[in-house]
Nanobody
Framework: VPLVESGGGLVQAGGSLRLSCAAS????????MGWFRQTPEKEREFVTA????????YYADSVKGRFTISRDDAQNTVYLQMNSLKPEDTAVYYC??????????????????WGQGTQVTVSS
């Protein structure tokens, strides 16, 4: 399994969580890495992504200003810091990676590698 997520759990609204995505290979081998989330009622949706070559980051409007993606290449790990969590953030969060350049990094189809997901539950 190339990607393994951790850090999910139960948190009250307004709280914070940090998700980690450990890559079995070097994170520098991927062009971009991202986070998506999914609930039973909705299709998997884009949350955020980071591009390796320049560190550019991309965020869904629903998480801008609250979530931050970062990368530690020495640890081969990507993080998702989630602050000011809301009940609507409740979902299974998936880490993803791609070797494709010049693609739409908000699109599921861009990503080749996926983790198994980690549950985040935000109580009201």
């Amino acid at each position: 399994v190339p990607l393994v997520e951790s850090g999910g759990g139960l948190v009250q609204a307004g709280g914070s969580l940090r998700l980690s995505c450990a890559a079995s290979g070097r994170t520098t081998s991927y062009v971009a890495m991202g986070w998506f989330r999914q609930t039973p009622e909705k299709e998997r949706e884009f949350v955020t992504a980071i591009r390796r070559i320049d560190g550019n980051t991309y965020y869904a409007d629903s998480v801008k200003g609250r979530f931050t993606i970062s990368r530690d290449d020495a640890q081969n790990t990507v993080y998702l810091q989630m602050n000011s969590l809301k009940p609507e953030d409740t979902a299974v969060y998936y880490c993803a990676a791609t070797n494709y350049a010049n693609r739409d990094y908000e699109s599921i189809s861009t990503y080749t590698y996926w983790g198994q997901g980690t549950q985040v539950t935000v109580s009201s």
